[in-house]
């Protein structure tokens, strides 16, 4: 009946009520039909069509949109009524395929990505026709194209080279692995890609020692560079992935840890106005200077400075005397240069020996800043408060980092407003527990070689 009134209607020419009785009696593609064609409600139509996934509403909704040129829309809905050799056809004829995948998203057979990578071959666009071989299951053709993707371009192409990792991680072929290994260490075309990708290849591969090594190497060239902050975030963020893995930590990297957390130590102690545990940390990082290439002379600046400030006379004299060498002598700031001067001229040689605490292991008295017990022959883990060594009786783990420090140092930071000093994670002063359980921390260190 409703089907009947709904003809009636439309023959008369009311249009709107036709449509209302064709809904009635679920003729949806009546409905579609008269809303594109009758009453000039696109719109209208498209939402019955993905309301009631009707295929043949949907071809007529794509060919509507293919008159008005919209190819976009006409391709969805020429993908939606199952068409998929017109929807490809039409897509490869006005430039659209990487929409034409994007609209089959979890539908596409890997048949479909081929087609639409084979498409993207002959058209010599290497990076769209790596990710589709890459979603194809064709991990060999992938990474053939990704990587001269990377090769095309006047610089690295990032891009390019983070989808052939995930393609090998993907793929777990030896061959492909060493394939790409070949391409980041410059042996395809003479030029060493940055070293972050091979650690990004790595850490796909679980090949975590690997990845230690060349976040090591990352963090080195970071550090002769002056990133001093992004040369620690990627030794910690390797340091946890280890932990995470049980995996011991390599010495060198721990030493390289331990050097710029002393370094971002000092800063923050300045800052508090504390100048003998700022002194005693610039002083540790000023005995490895030369790790410090990029700003040798500032921060050997700092630490005669600060040693003169804690009345640290003897320490202040001789880095006084390393800045007044021919070759770092003009690099002195002048505004400290005449003091620099008179430190060495006049020295004063005298200077307290430095306090001493428990060893955390056997309770002997060693320097507070000492990381090596001579009666125990342990070395000892150091406090991220204060960069001195941990105290057994007073105790507390970051929550965050799991690394530990002097608990009452630690909370008089938090209390003052600062996060962790190794992670920068905001902590709750409850949540700094005591702990018993801090052996583990140094026993899962590889020792030096």
Known sequence: MHLQYAKAKESDGQYREAATYYESARDYESVIRLLLHNLNSPEEAVRIVRETKSVEGAKMVAKFFQKLSDYNS??????????????????????????YAEILGSDATPEDYKSVALHFENERNHF??????????????????????????????????????????????????????????GEVDGIPKDAKYLFRLYMAKHQYREAAKTAIIIARE??????????????LGMYGELQRQKLKIPADMSSALLLLHSYTLARLLVRKGDHLKAARMLIRVSNNISKF?????????STVIECQRSGLKNSSFNFAAMLMRPETRGQIDERYKKKIEAIVRKPQKTEEEEK?????????????????????QNSLPYCIATGQHILADDI???????????????IKLVEDGESCPMCSTTLDVNKLTPSAN????????????
């Not at 006409?74 to 929409?99: N, P, Y």
């Not at 970071?222 to 030794?235: C, F, K, M, T």
């Not at 290439?293 to 600046?301: D, G, R, S």
Request: hydrophobic share 40%.
């Open 356 to 376: 001493t605490s428990p060893c955390p292991f056997c309770s002997s008295p060693v320097e507070e800043t000492s990381l090596e017990c001579a009666q125990c």
């Open 396 to 410: 507390t783990i970051c929550p965050s980092c799991t690394f530990p420090a002097i608990r009452a140092e630690l």
């Open 74 to 99: 006409a391709i969805q809905f020429l993908v939606l009524s199952k068409c998929m050799d017109e929807a490809f056809q039409l897509a490869r004829t006005h430039g659209k395929m990487e929409l």
């Open 438 to 449: 801090w052996k583990s921390i140094i026993l899962n260190i590889e020792a030096p070689n």
């Open 128 to 185: 769209l026709a790596g990710k589709f071989y890459y979603l194809a299951g064709v991990y060999p053709k992938a990474v053939k194209h990704l990587i001269r993707a990377a090769q095309s371009t006047s610089t690295e192409d990032s891009e390019s080279i983070q989808m052939a990792i995930d393609v090998i991680a993907a793929a777990d072929d030896d061959g492909l692995t060493r394939q790409l290994i070949d391409f980041l260490m």
């Open 222 to 235: 970071e550090q002769n560079s002056g990133n001093y902050r992004h040369a620690h975030d990627v030794l």
């Open 293 to 301: 290439p990029a700003h040798m002379v500032p921060i050997l600046t």
